[in-house]
């Protein structure tokens, strides 16, 4: 069964930046996109960007656009979300998600 573990969360004042990272494991991940998803306080969770398999293409949610970068490590089986202009409206649970499985999530607070 595929593995993801997220880390990098924190707490960050608004315009801060913070860097996720997801360590990915298990039988064909080099086949598989990887998406980040965001669960804020009393919301569903949303997908909010994803990088495909090469790692050459990348999608963003409007929420995110042009203040998020994802990017993949391949040769480590890492996927990074870095994180800039953060807003209070960023705060939230992220999840790594590779098919139906997601990892346990890190928290990020962006709060004064």
């Known amino acids: 069964q595929p593995q993801l573990v997220e880390s990098g969360g924190g707490l960050v004042q608004p315009g801060g930046s913070l860097t996720l990272s997801c360590a990915a494991s298990?039988?064909?991940?080099?086949?598989?996109?990887i998406f980040w998803f965001r669960q804020a306080p009393g919301k569903n969770r949303e997908a909010i960007s994803c990088?495909?398999?090469?790692?050459?293409?990348?999608l963003y949610a409007d929420s995110v656009k042009g203040r998020f970068i994802i990017s993949r490590d391949s040769a480590n089986n890492t996927v990074y979300l870095q994180m800039n202009d953060l807003t209070p409206e960023d705060t939230g649970i992220y999840y790594c998600?590779?098919?139906?499985?997601y990892g346990q999530g890190t928290q990020v607070t962006v709060s004064s």
């Open positions: 990088v495909s398999a090469s790692g050459t293409n990348t």
């Open positions: 998600n590779r098919n139906v499985f």
């Open positions: 298990g039988e064909g991940l080099d086949y598989d996109a």
